[in-house]
């Protein structure tokens, strides 16, 4: 048998015709007409579903932190307040007044904007415009309260952006958060002409109070930013899940710093694993059903089409099943399959996927199986079915054979599995036709 050519159509040959001890082989070869369709992974779809959930939540999250922003400047503002009223800045109450409904109606206005535009990416520049409020609302708070040696507040304050920052808009933003705000307290304790009169703090304390807070400031970042970027990983390998690719794994080993998340994700995947038992299994032989079957069949065929490499299928079908249910019973029957289904997994190897599609009809896929290979493989499958003792009822000895067909595609073949399932199956039933116990490739 000659090796099949690496073109994406294949020229039809003759049908040949051999005997073997136990049946007549019947080959032949059709035309794979050309498909315009190419099979392509859906990753990208199921990234464009995480950018828009991305992009919803961040929506939500602005609108619920607005609640915090507004009882936020609301204490802040009476705080400055009361401590103008006390001391020497009384006439600073104005500006102070003018910078709380700047922000209010900033954030009036941000709220009126998303909920108008629910359903619709937010811009990209919008989380960054928000940070740069807060940090100028708390500066603004603080110089118009506090002396230049007392501005220290702005780091205290600033804590609280900061956590908003990075748990909910990531790494990034956090750490842009932790900059604006520790220049914000450089340029205030030492550039910025002094809100309240007073003493200037020393540059080296300046320096010290600055790195204490960007220490603390780059643990929180790490932490939260690391929480998130392997939540991020655990969403997008759940959505996977949800929409029906179990191939994923989540590997919660790789976290370097194990916590809640990690055991969160070894639950989840744990499911994933029942769940790949549940709907991926034919319950009466244990092989793939016909769904994850077309699952592994277009991840076959993408490994395929990346080496161009050969892809074999054998559709098979038991012959006069009908019968053996009809005589001795759905009992027998059942049996019958379990035993054919256990002589096709010590047939193939380790690397083949077989799967139960129909009553009695299966299907098993062979990557990197060439012709000669997949011929061969079909005739000693169809010889170790027709040399095992099946038994009936009361023991009575059955005669079970099967027919195979074949189809084969290289990686550079312009066909879908789709295509090649039903080549398969076409060529199943030309063995049929020729009178069962055959393969027809």
């Known amino acids: 048998m000659q090796g099949r050519p690496h073109s994406p159509t294949v020229s039809r040959l003759p049908t040949r015709t051999s005997d073997t ?58 705080g400055v307040a009361v ?24 954030n009036i206005l941000l709220a009126f904007s998303l909920k108008r535009g629910e359903g619709k990416p937010i811009p990209v520049w919008l989380p960054p415009l928000v940070l740069l409020a807060d940090v100028g609302m708390v500066t603004a708070m603080v110089y118009w309260s506090a002396t230049p040696e007392e501005f220290y507040r702005v780091l ?25 705000i520790v220049a914000a307290y450089v340029g205030g304790s030492l550039f910025f002409p002094p809100g309240l009169p007073g003493a200037r ?18 643990a929180l970042v790490v932490t939260f930013g690391g929480f998130r970027a392997r939540l991020n990983r655990l969403r997008k390998f759940c959505k996977r899940v949800e929409v029906g690719d179990l191939t994923g794994h989540y590997d919660a080993d790789a976290d370097k710093l194990p916590d809640d998340l990690t055991l969160l994700a070894r639950s989840v995947d744990e499911m994933r694993h029942r769940l790949i038992g549940l709907i991926g299994t034919d319950p009466l032989t244990g092989c793939l059903n016909r769904r994850a079957f077309e699952m592994r069949l277009k991840r076959e065929w993408r490994q395929a089409k990346r080496r161009d490499a050969p892809l074999a299928v054998l559709a098979i079908d038991l012959d006069n099943f009908k019968p053996i249910n009809d005589t001795h019973g759905h009992a027998v029957g059942d049996q019958v399959l379990q035993d054919l289904a256990q002589i096709m997994r010590n047939t193939a190897r380790e690397t083949d996927h077989i799967a139960r599609i129909g009553g009695d009809e299966f299907v098993i896929l062979l990557p990197d199986t060439p012709w000669q290979g997949a011929m061969t493989f079909a005739e000693r499958l169809r010889r170790n079915v027709d040399d095992h003792g099946f038994r009936g009822a009361e023991d009575a000895e059955l005669r079970v054979t099967v027919s195979i067909g074949i189809a ?28 069962r116990n055959r393969i027809s490739a």
């Open 156 to 180: 205290l304050l600033g804590f609280l952006v900061l956590q908003l920052t990075v748990f909910y808009f990531g790494t990034v933003l956090g750490a842009g958060a932790a900059v604006l």
């Open 83 to 106: 401590l103008l009223g006390r001391g020497a800045g009384r006439d600073a109450w104005a500006p102070v007044a003018v910078a709380a409904s700047l922000y209010y109606f900033l």
């Open 201 to 218: 703090p020393a540059p080296a304390e300046v320096t010290f109070n600055s790195i204490v807070f960007l220490l603390v400031a780059g």
């Open 21 to 78: 001890a136990h049946g007549r082989v019947t080959i032949t070869t059709d035309t794979f007409e050309t498909a315009t369709r190419e099979f392509t992974a859906r990753y990208g779809d199921i990234n464009n579903a995480l950018r828009q959930d991305s992009a919803e939540l961040q929506r939500q999250v602005l609108l619920w932190q607005r609640w915090i922003r507004y009882s936020a400047a609301l204490v802040m503002a009476v």
């Open 408 to 435: 084969l595609a290289r990686g550079a073949d312009d066909v879908t599995p789709e295509y090649l399932l039903e080549e398969a199956d076409r060529s199943l039933y030309r063995a049929k036709e020729a009178g």
